[in-house]
């Protein structure tokens, strides 16, 4: 068991998840995690969130959501079969 320390940082009391917990649970920076008291033990579980589109893309970089000129000629071209 490894143990941590509870530290001050604002006006938080903050704990370090080791990284090997991390790893080992699949958890990253911005994961979200319930938080619980049983048997006067404190239990973090993890939360799986669906994941929308919306949610993936949130974290991306803003320049990948420009139209480039390919983008303008696939928007501006005319159909060319059956596809409308």
Do not use: H
């Not at 319930?34 to 404190?42: E, W």
């Amino acid at each position: 068991m490894t143990a941590i320390t509870v530290r001050q940082s604002g006006g938080a009391n903050i704990v370090s998840i080791p990284k090997a917990i991390v790893k080992t649970l699949g958890l990253q920076v911005g994961s979200k995690l319930d938080i619980s008291i049983k048997d006067n033990k404190i239990v973090l579980t993890p939360i799986e969130e669906e994941l929308s589109l919306e949610a993936l893309l949130a974290g991306s970089p803003k320049d990948c959501f420009k139209v480039t000129e390919e983008d303008r000629e696939w928007i501006n071209a005319k159909p060319t079969g059956k596809e409308v």
